[in-house]
């Protein structure tokens, strides 16, 4: 089912069709629900109401697996409210690319005209945001990475669509940062690491922000002086992504704060290594210079 923009069509309300739609699934041997709004390039939020509340009600498809919506470059402005509100109540799958917006967004326009020449322009007044500041992104990224190529265009073919229309797995991943943290909570360090690594290298989670994720919660365990807990999140994020200069940095910083000199030193080197005139490679040098000079004292 494609919706392509979030208002209402001269011939029916979108709260109307939708009540058709939820209709015949409560009345039908309906298995699984695709939403596709890739090109939903948005109209007026308050109109995603019943989609939002109908999903919610259907017990039906309203369970992992069988739920899909589709998201794309050009999901945007309304349509980016409907989707942060169906990944706030839902458990819909989101498939395809990620949407074109930031998650939190200014929207919605007043006109100015420009005092020395008259020049209209309109700008955004509006802030609207949907989930809490700390889960800000620039998109909101899919659960199931799906790329459409040129050539699918020119051939009609849909992978996406394909994706959803073939998925069987029952016990798929919506927060992978929500299962290695339960992993995480019942002390199965290893387990962690072995699913963290699977993860990290498997393609459908590709726009995954894994290493910024255990970078933040990293620091939020050395903020509550969980240092033993910071070390192991923080050297699991430079062996899953051992190019980064930040993960040695903040890697490098967990010891330093454990009074881990030597390895301290040893990382904060190995993030110079990696960005030697960059921002990260230069609080480097500035960390290594603070040690010295407290080893001088």
Not at 145 to 159: G, L, W
Request: proline share 4%; net charge negative; charged share 30%.
């Amino acid at each position: 089912m494609r919706q392509s923009q979030v208002q209402d069509d001269p011939q029916e309300t979108i709260a109307d069709f939708y009540k058709k739609v939820f209709e015949f699934i409560n009345k039908n041997d309906v298995e699984k629900m695709v939403l596709d709004v890739r090109l939903n390039g948005g109209g007026n939020n308050y109109k995603n109401k019943p989609v939002v509340t109908g999903i919610i009600e259907s017990k039906k498809i309203n369970q992992p697996g069988n739920l899909f919506v589709i998201i794309g470059r050009r999901t945007f402005s309304a349509c980016q409210n409907l989707v942060n509100e169906l990944s706030n109540y839902t458990n819909a799958l989101f498939v395809g690319e990620p949407t074109a917006e930031n998650i939190n967004f200014y929207g919605d326009t007043r006109q100015l005209d420009l005092p020395k020449t008259g020049i209209p322009v309109f700008l955004s007044f509006a802030w609207w945001q949907d989930k809490p500041q700390w889960e800000n992104a620039d998109w909101l990224a899919p659960h199931l990475a799906v790329d459409m190529s040129f050539d699918d265009y020119r051939t009609n073919k849909d992978p996406i669509l394909e994706a959803c229309l073939s998925f069987s797995d029952k016990d798929v991943v919506l927060d992978p940062m929500a299962r290695l943290k339960d992993i995480f909570m019942a002390g199965k360090y290893d387990e962690v690491e072995l699913e963290a690594k699977k993860m990290v290298a498997d393609s459908k989670y590709r726009y995954m922000d894994f290493e910024t994720k255990f970078n933040d919660a990293g620091y939020t365990m050395l903020n509550e002086k969980q240092i033993d807990e910071a070390l192991f999140v923080l050297g699991l994020n430079t062996k899953l992504f051992p190019k980064s200069a930040n993960a040695w940095d903040s890697f490098a910083e967990a010891n330093w704060k454990a009074n881990k000199i030597d390895m301290a030193i040893e990382c904060y080197n190995k993030a110079i290594e990696l960005d030697p005139h960059g921002v990260t490679g230069e609080n480097s040098r500035g960390m290594l210079k603070r040690i010295q000079a407290e080893k001088g004292k």
